[in-house]
């Protein structure tokens, strides 16, 4: 089969910007918040600082050198690299597969919510920091199946529209220039947020730890999260790796993706948890959580609904950054693999999220109490794909790394062929993807399962 021309990122910065598009997104303004809330503050963040460096920070490394040494798609890549007779580490493109449309399934949803938040904003609707009020709006919408569908396939029909024209075209141009925007609106909420009576108790919660709050499962959830915001054990990193450029220095990218992506998330605790403490909402409330609190912060500041308003629709950009990633997966094993065009790749994979999304999008109305696991759709695809299906994936990238791609290949690989002088963090970073990274992985795993 003729390899079709691979596009890819035309400049260094191009490669940061659009990676830093993949990781910034709802896991950092929406799903970090609400998870530390309802997992004991303080307590989860260091464990989820720990899973970011030991765990997160490796395994991006690992992923984008294996894309950028196969330079092809999430399964191709794994054919490519292993030794003849090996065919099985193809699986793991194939599980990142599935995982991408069961991410999508809720993500457009959620990304959705933030699109209808934006004229809610306009409409003046949710200037309150009024808990019950704040909360009754964003009842309205969740349990409307008719309305969350319609956004949900807002969402779908214009991100895939964008991943039609193409890698560099489409991806860096929509991410470039915004993400900066939302990093500097957030700073101005972090702001008032510490102003407000309840800044101390909001802070005390983020960054006092209690020891006793943390479980196995807090753990899992904790692990979850690193590899959801950083977009990793999906093929995701390793697609976007396909694209970059040889001269680019990969642990040196990663760590800087890594440490804006964790500033990001930092800046939305602190502008959500003073106000939690301050107007009485319920650290707990799940993934309502965003959608009270922001609007309470903008609403007892001038000039709220106005800011309110580029808040949501800088939320919404970010998120394209990220579902731009997540649909790359599939659109590109699909091109690349079964030779169709990039708009039917597309096309593909938009309709098939569609579908998925029907049962994630109806899960807070009409499906509510349609339960597997006791877990609801929406909530068993966001636990299916970051406790179980992006930890498993983590696990066989680093095995593969560690075990079959090998120290001297990787050495060669992330310096560059010798370019870089960075003999010593690499290999400290691949003791940490042969040994730390699969075996932390893998106790989480089985312990957060109740396997051991
Ligand atoms: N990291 C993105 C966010 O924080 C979401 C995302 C994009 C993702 N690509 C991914 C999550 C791949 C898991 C795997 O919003």
Redesign the pocket.
């Known amino acids: 089969m003729p390899k079709p021309p691979r596009d890819a990122f035309t400049t260094t910065f191009g490669v940061l910007v659009a990676t830093l598009g993949?990781?910034?997104?709802?896991?950092?303004?929406?799903?970090f918040p609400s998870l530390t809330g309802a997992n004991g503050g303080a307590s989860f963040l260091l464990v989820y600082l720990a899973a970011t460096l030991l765990v997160g920070l490796p395994v991006m490394i690992a992923e984008t050198m294996l894309g950028r040494a196969a330079r092809a798609n999430a399964v191709t890549s794994f054919e490519i690299l292993a030794p003849r007779g090996q065919w099985g580490w193809k699986a793991i493109g194939w599980m990142g597969f599935a995982?991408?449309l069961l991410?999508m399934a809720f993500?457009s949803e959620v990304a959705g919510w933030v699109y209808a938040y934006i004229f809610k904003a306009v409409s003046g609707e949710i200037s309150t920091i009024d808990p019950k009020v704040a909360g009754a709006a964003f009842g309205a919408l969740v349990s409307s199946p008719l309305t969350v569908l319609a956004w949900q396939w807002v969402v779908l029909a214009l991100t895939g529209g964008i991943i039609m024209f193409g890698v560099s075209k489409g991806i860096e141009a929509v991410t470039r220039r915004l993400v900066p925007l939302l990093f500097i609106l957030l700073l101005v909420l972090c702001v008032r947020s510490l102003t407000l009576a309840g800044a101390g108790k909001g802070l005390a919660f983020l960054f006092q730890p209690d020891f006793a709050k943390i479980t196995p499962a807090v753990v899992l959830t904790a692990l979850g999260l690193a590899?959801?915001?950083?977009?990793?054990?999906?093929?995701?990193?390793l697609t976007y790796g396909s694209y970059f450029r040889d001269e680019q220095n990969i642990p040196w990218t990663a760590t800087r993706v890594m440490l804006a992506?964790l500033s990001v998330s930092l800046l939305a605790g602190i502008a959500i948890f003073p106000a939690v403490f301050t107007f009485g909402f319920a650290p707990s409330a799940g993934p309502s959580l965003v959608f009270m609190t922001i609007p309470a912060v903008f609403t007892s500041m001038p000039g709220g609904i106005v800011f309110m308003t580029i808040f949501f629709f800088l939320t919404a950009i970010?998120?394209v950054g990220?579902?731009l990633?997540?649909l790359e997966?599939p659109a590109a094993i699909l091109s690349e693999r079964y030779g169709l065009g990039r708009k039917s790749a597309a096309v593909l994979t938009i309709a098939a999220i569609a579908l998925l999304g029907v049962p994630a999008s109806l899960s807070q109305s009409l499906m509510e109490n349609v339960k597997l696991f006791g877990l609801n759709p929406f909530d068993l695809f966001d636990y299916l794909?970051?406790n179980v299906l992006?930890p498993l994936g983590g696990i066989l990238i680093c095995l593969f790394v560690g075990w079959v791609y090998g120290p001297e290949k990787t050495e060669q690989s992330l310096s560059n062929h010798g370019a870089l002088a960075n003999r010593g963090l690499i290999r400290a970073t691949f003791f940490l993807i042969r040994f730390v990274a699969p075996l932390a992985i893998a106790i989480v795993l089985l312990n957060g399962l109740k396997l051991i």
């Open positions: 993949s990781a910034i997104g709802l896991g950092n303004i929406w799903k995982a991408a991410i993500y590899f959801f915001k950083l977009s990793l054990g999906m093929g995701t990193m992506d970010a998120s990220a579902i990633s997540l997966v794909t970051s992006l």
